[in-house]
């Protein structure tokens, strides 16, 4: 299990319960757009490198803000945050971390050729949800389950439809709402859920930190100064 070593300190310090208890915490799922395309233009061990150098970006971006990663499945990553220790301030860590995310993957492309570069979508959402270790006798995962976690996962595949990069829950919104510039996008119907579900584009967060902002074509910057 991938943590900061900030939280590996705490966690020795105060062992937490790994059965499955549920918490209140914020899981965020990221995918590469059009990867089947990108896979295509280059030969098997370029591809791996290609990809492990993204990923061990974007996975240096969840770790900056104390997340802890879950799985990588291919292309896609998934990583929470209030587990295994409680963070009071999951959404917004997952906020900066989704943030930063963007902005590292803009300087990545900007030394990569055309055909090399790679679009990503984000998707948070905060809720009750089930972790623990989950698994065989032989083989356990410390990871999440619930409708919640459902939902962060549909939420990603929601970019491709808005054009967004990343697009959170109301229930992640709400927590940071005084705090992030969001764009209202639409109520949206989900599988499982009786209810629409408000969603937002993340843009920015408001604090004295350098986070990226969304430019109207998706692609992260810097902040201006």
């Known amino acids: 299990k991938y943590v900061s070593p900030k939280v590996v300190d705490q966690i020795l310090a105060n062992p937490p319960e790994l059965g499955g208890v549920d918490k209140d915490l914020t899981v965020l799922f990221s ?40 799985k990588y499945v291919g292309d896609e990553i998934m990583c929470f945050w209030g587990a295994p220790l409680p963070q009071e301030d999951h959404a917004m860590l997952a906020c900066k971390s989704a943030l930063k995310q963007m902005q590292v993957l803009h300087e990545l492309n900007e030394g990569w050729p055309p055909e090399k570069r790679i679009n990503i979508g984000i998707g948070l959402n905060s809720g009750i949800m089930t972790v ?42 709400g927590l940071v709402r005084d705090r992030v510039i969001a764009r209202e996008l639409d109520n949206i119907r989900v599988k499982g859920k009786n209810k629409p579900v408000l969603i937002y584009e993340l843009i920015d967060v408001i604090e004295g930190l350098e986070p990226p902002v969304i430019d109207g074509d998706g692609k992260g910057r810097k902040a201006p100064k």
């Open 31 to 70: 995918d590469i757009r059009g990867f089947t395309t990108l896979s295509e233009s280059m030969a098997p061990q370029e591809l791996v490198n290609h990809l492990n150098l993204y990923l061990t970006a974007m996975t240096d971006s969840i770790l900056e803000y104390n997340g802890t990663l879950d």
């Open 132 to 173: 623990g270790n989950m698994g065989s006798q032989g083989r356990m995962n410390y990871t999440l389950m619930g409708d919640n976690v459902n939902l962060g996962a549909r939420l990603e595949g929601t970019n491709k439809q808005y054009m967004t990069n990343v697009i959170v829950s109301e229930h992640t919104y």
